[in-house]
């Protein structure tokens, strides 16, 4: 199935509104994007695969593209994107049972993005502390904003209908 939406306009099209969504939302908000207190609001968006396939590489460019602003510099474009890429797969491999669709992020978030704050930046924070930091902002976007975003779309089947 996922292979041959990927020959699609629409399955391209939806990725890249997707990764502008997610880089614009992420940049515009900065000073809530990153750091160990971050609430990343764009983290929202990794729902999507449950709706579409597209929302994979649509959420990896987006990442990339809002950490090249980041003030963790190549770390954080390296190894937050592969924890959006991680996130991202895993809820899409979660879609039949979409409740549970929010924890590959805050799980994949919590613990890249906080041992890579710990060991790399130097948090002065015990790395069970950045871990538990970063997967609650985590947590915060994808329950408390993803799942009623995650409710409202899947009512919406004219949206990514084509892709599912």
């Known amino acids: 199935m996922f292979s041959e939406n990927i020959k699609s306009p629409r399955f391209w099209v939806e990725a890249a509104v997707i990764a502008a969504t997610y880089a614009a939302l992420t940049i515009f908000l900065m000073p809530f994007s990153y750091g160990v207190m971050q609430v990343r609001i764009s983290e929202a968006l990794t729902i999507l695969p ?61 613990l890249i993005i906080g041992v890579m704050l710990h060991y790399i930046y130097g948090v002065p924070l015990s790395l069970p502390l950045c871990i538990m930091w970063v997967g609650l902002g985590e947590a915060l976007a994808c329950y408390g904003l993803g799942w009623p975003l995650l409710r409202y779309l899947s009512k919406r089947k004219d949206l990514f209908g084509a892709n599912r």
Do not use: H, K, Q
């Open 50 to 110: 449950v709706l579409t396939p597209a929302a994979i590489p649509g959420l990896l460019v987006g990442c990339l593209l809002a950490n090249l602003l980041s003030p963790y510099g190549f770390f954080d474009i390296l190894l937050g994107s592969l924890a959006t890429l991680l996130a991202a797969l895993g809820t899409y491999r979660l879609r039949r049972r979409p409740n549970l669709a929010p924890l590959p992020p805050i799980i994949s978030n919590g």
